[in-house]
Nanobody, 118 residues
Framework: VQLVESGGGLVQPGGSLRLSCAASGFAFSRYVMSWHRQAPGKERELVAS????????NYADSVKGRFTASRDNGKNMVYLQMSSLKPEDTAVYYC????????????WGQGTQVTVSS
C-alpha cells in the first residue's frame, strides 16, 4: 500500500497550490479518502473528506470556500486545490485512505509541506 503526496511548497498569502495524492496497492474506489494537516505544535486535523464515489465532500470550517477536494477513481488519485491561502494554512498535509468492515483499514501518506509566507 502506498499513498504519495506531492505539490507542496512555499507560496505567498493569497496564492494557490494544488496537492495530489497517488494511491496504489489497495482497492482505491472502496476507500473514503481524506486530507489532513498538522501544523507545528498542533494536533493533526481533518481538512476534507471525500466519499468513495466523490459525490459527498465535507470540509473543515477553516477551509470552506477556499479549498476544493476531489478524487479520480479511474486514476487512483486524490487532489486538494487550495486557494486564497493564509499563513495559518502552513502545515504538513497528509493523504488518508480509510475503509471499515470486519476490521478498519487505515493508511497514511508521508505528507507534503505547505508553507504560506511572504
Amino acid at each position: 500500500v502506498q499513498l504519495v503526496e506531492s505539490g507542496g511548497g512555499l507560496v505567498q498569502p493569497g496564492g494557490s497550490l494544488r496537492l495530489s495524492c497517488a494511491a496504489s496497492g489497495f482497492a482505491f474506489s472502496r476507500y473514503v479518502m481524506s486530507w489532513h494537516r498538522q501544523a507545528p505544535g498542533k494536533e493533526r486535523e481533518l481538512v476534507a473528506s471525500i466519499s468513495t464515489s466523490g459525490g459527498s465532500i465535507n470540509y473543515a470550517d477553516s477551509v470552506k470556500g477556499r479549498f476544493t477536494a476531489s478524487r479520480d477513481n479511474g486514476k487512483n488519485m486524490v487532489y486538494l486545490q487550495m486557494s486564497s491561502l493564509k499563513p495559518e494554512d502552513t502545515a504538513v498535509y497528509y493523504c488518508n485512505a480509510r475503509a471499515t468492515g470486519i476490521r478498519v483499514y487505515d493508511y497514511w501518506g508521508q505528507g507534503t509541506q505547505v508553507t504560506v509566507s511572504s
